[in-house]
T-cell receptor, first 115, second 108 residues
Framework: GAVVSQHPSRVICKSGTSVKIECRSL??????MFWYRQFPKQSLMLMAT?????????EQGVEKDKFLINHASLTLSTLTVTSAHPEDSSFYIC???????????FGEGSRLTVL | GQQVMQIPQYQHVQEGEDFTTYCNSS?????IQWYKQRPGGHPVFLIQ?????EVKKQKRLTFQFGEAKKNSSLHITATQTTDVGTYFC????????FGSGTKLNVKP
């Protein structure tokens, strides 16, 4: 199947700093990528839809100035958590469609811990 | 976002017993997908259902899509310890919304 790579897998940062997470489609082009957040023992919550060459579409309740998304190429989308606070600590995971099957391929996820 | 509800939240079964999880959407879906997530891992695609009333089988797994395309179910026959994980239905509204998930634990 298609491969989506996410980096870093784990990051620990101090409160007030910004953290960038990268999501790459390795063997296909992704015009759209989806960013999810998952708290422990909970489901994946869609944060935003990343669109190559245009602005991301954010879900209700997700602060676009807090979670900056850049999809500058067909194989790379980035999520920047700005001025991170402990409540932003979570598992962030990206995904993309490949081909026409509709199947979502997921990155390995990034576990963010804000101290 | 769109609401996709799943029950039960947890299910503990003895190995060999059957398991079913149910998914309901507040609105009609164009299609529905099912994923499995193991602890510490990312979701892995199982299947996609598109047609009203569709039934698909994968070995011991049976997936159904309701006639109104608002509900779906996943049934596992004779569970094995390798079935442990959380099963999510995902509603496609041109964006993909995850159901609340059902965590399956199988006791050997």
């Amino acid at each position: 199947g298609a491969v989506v790579s996410q980096h870093p897998s784990r990051v620990i940062c101090k409160s007030g700093t910004s953290v960038k997470i990268e999501c790459r489609s390795l063997d296909f082009q992704a015009t759209t990528m989806f960013w999810y957040r998952q708290f422990p023992k909970q489901s994946l919550m869609l944060m935003a839809t990343s669109n190559e060459g245009s602005k991301a579409t954010y879900e209700q309740g997700v602060e676009k100035d807090k979670f900056l998304i850049n999809h500058a190429s067909l194989t790379l989308s980035t999520l920047t958590v700005t001025s991170a606070h402990p409540e932003d600590s979570s598992f962030y995971i990206c995904s993309a469609n490949a081909g026409n099957t509709g199947e979502l391929f997921f990155g390995e996820g990034s576990r963010l811990t804000v101290l | 976002g769109q609401q996709v509800m799943q029950i039960p939240q947890y299910q503990h079964v003895q190995e060999g017993e059957d398991f079913t999880t149910y998914c309901n959407s507040s609105t009609t879906l164009s299609n529905i997908q099912w994923y499995k997530q193991r602890p510490g891992g990312h979701p892995v695609f199982l299947i996609q259902l598109v047609k009203s009333g569709e039934v698909k089988k994968q070995k011991r797994l049976t997936f159904q899509f309701g006639e109104a395309k608002k509900n779906s179910s996943l049934h596992i026959t004779a569970t094995q310890t390798t079935d442990v994980g959380t099963y999510f239905c995902v509603g496609n509204f041109n964006k993909f919304y995850f159901g609340s998930g059902t965590k399956l634990n199988v006791k050997p």
